[in-house]
């Protein structure tokens, strides 16, 4: 895309933790054998407590969110899927390919006459969060109609813990999405989890067969899970790295209507210049196709790119 | 099941290597970031080669084949899935999840009416092989009523490639699986692929969406696909062992029905005591509750694992 541009290649494209949890050494039978019954048991158990779900029975451990979208979409017949957008586009080719007729929408009360409703809370890319009470409210009118409600907390590492509806999946027609891989930093490893009440769990959970994560990803994953403390610290080192951004970005005038800490979110007039600008100068950031005003910002991996970053900034032709 | 029994345990209950390949150090990035399209579409191009696919447009890498059975199953609209038995029972059991009226038959023939058609071939447990000529006119009858026929090529590596329909996709209702983790012992790692005329195999990547495949999968399999070199010295080595483990087998008056060289079928009408005298010696084979004459045998994965067996063997009591 910018063939003569400054490397290395900064990519702030993703909203993905560039500080990421120091993994260890991985044994090698992880490699050699199936991963067994027992140890992804623990890890789902271990996933229970740290998302806060009621137990293992809870927990469909996947290899990536990503593949679970469709299976989470065919958990309803054919019917009519809402997406509140703007948002993370492949929940709307997901929802189509499980034979939903599926739309985004730009207001809560528009998903109540769907069959499939799906929310990404806190979203992405603008942090939107809608509040837990209005979320169970949502799930109580679904459930009349059969329907199925999908929250994706992708990102909800990093907000308010309160937010989340891992606790409250024994209404029965809620799936909880959870991503480990971007909090962690550990994206290519492919672990995420499924949170649904045990009757829902077990129909995904068939859905993927046995042994769906590897053995590297069940064993990283349960330690990692497990370290309150990083969890802690990173929360913190996050927050930091976020506000330092905005005080980037607002220096170079650029408007932030949301984000999360690990993601902001700028709108300005010159945003499509400034894309170009950035590439040119080896910095990638992600622009929106319907949404021409808008970037999102991922957090630089160190104070290189910290620097680059400012001066690239720095330089750049302001709007008009 | 067996609390007892003397430890380390041997398990030969798999038809895994047990003779991984040396897997190389994963560069950390592997971990870190989603694997991009490059590389994956690399692995797919290596994959093709070593398949014997015309191009990588064939291929579908995913998360072990395992995930892709109710996937491949659900290509077609729920109908009649039928598949040569006795075999691997997943099948059974991804056709009757993707909606189909499914059943085990026990000759050919009996898949021409089906709309999904599966086969194992060489089959696990008994090695059976339907000759290629065959298969391709088994796929002409299915095509004429739009059936699909799935060929399970997870053993297929440890014989002649000559029996493969990966070269033969262009009639455009056959999907091969290859499954990577058997052949090269790293089960674990959960990498196989669906390999199919392009139409189908896009239709499959859609369902496993981006990133379906983890770094170190990405890495590691694209290595070991290419090393021609180890896998023609591992193909020897496993028919080696498979050799000598006939000769202990037969040396207990087992019969051998069949197999491959990653494991052994016997069939005996001790086989249940039997089964349960390795049990408590620390030695776990493979039993199967429908035929209770049948066990099978994976390799021993070294010199005291091949010493035990022949002793636990020779100590049995006999059959009446």
């Not at 034979?99 to 409703?117: F, I, M, P, T, Y």
């Not at 046995?210 to 913190?236: C, I, Q, Y």
Request: hydrophobic residues 45%; proline residues 8%; negative net charge.
């Amino acid at each position: 895309m910018f063939p003569n541009a400054i490397e290395p290649f900064i990519d702030l494209s993703t909203g993905i933790n560039p500080y990421p949890y120091p993994a260890p050494e991985i044994p090698s039978d992880c490699f050699f054998r199936l991963p067994d019954q027992a140890s992804t048991g623990r890890l789902a158990a271990i996933a229970a407590q740290s998302y806060g779900a009621r137990s293992e029975d809870y927990v469909v451990p996947a290899p990536g969110t990503q593949i679970l979208l469709p299976q989470v979409a065919m958990l309803v017949a054919p019917g009519r899927a809402a997406i509140l957008g703007p948002t993370y586009a492949e929940h709307l080719r997901a929802a189509s390919l499980a034979g939903h007729s599926a739309k985004e929408v730009s207001d809560v009360d528009q998903l109540r006459s769907a069959d499939l409703a799906v929310i990404v809370n806190p979203n992405n890319p603008d942090g939107r969060i809608v509040p837990k009470a209005e979320l169970l409210d949502l799930a109580r009118d679904l459930r009349q109609r059969d329907g199925i409600l999908v929250i994706d907390e992708a990102f909800a590492d990093v907000v308010d813990s309160d937010i989340s509806l891992a606790g409250d999946l024994d209404c029965g027609n809620v799936v909880v999405l959870r991503s480990f891989g971007k909090f962690f930093g550990l994206a290519g490893l492919r672990l995420g989890f499924a949170l649904a009440e045990p009757h829902l769990a077990t129909r995904l959970n068939a859905l993927l067969g046995p042994w769906a994560v590897s053995g590297p990803a069940v064993f990283v994953g349960a330690k990692a899970l497990a370290d309150t403390a990083w969890k802690n610290r990173m929360l913190e080192h996050l927050a930091d790295a976020a506000r330092r951004l905005d005080g980037i970005l607002a220096g170079s005038d650029l408007e932030i209507p949301g984000g999360t800490s690990l993601y902001r979110l700028t709108r300005s007039s010159g945003a499509q210049q400034l894309f170009n600008h950035l590439g040119h100068a080896g910095i990638l950031v992600r622009r929106f196709a319907e949404y021409p005003t808008w970037l999102r910002w991922g957090l630089p991996d160190g104070e290189v790119a910290w620097q680059r970053l400012s001066a690239v900034l720095a330089s750049s032709p302001k709007a008009p």
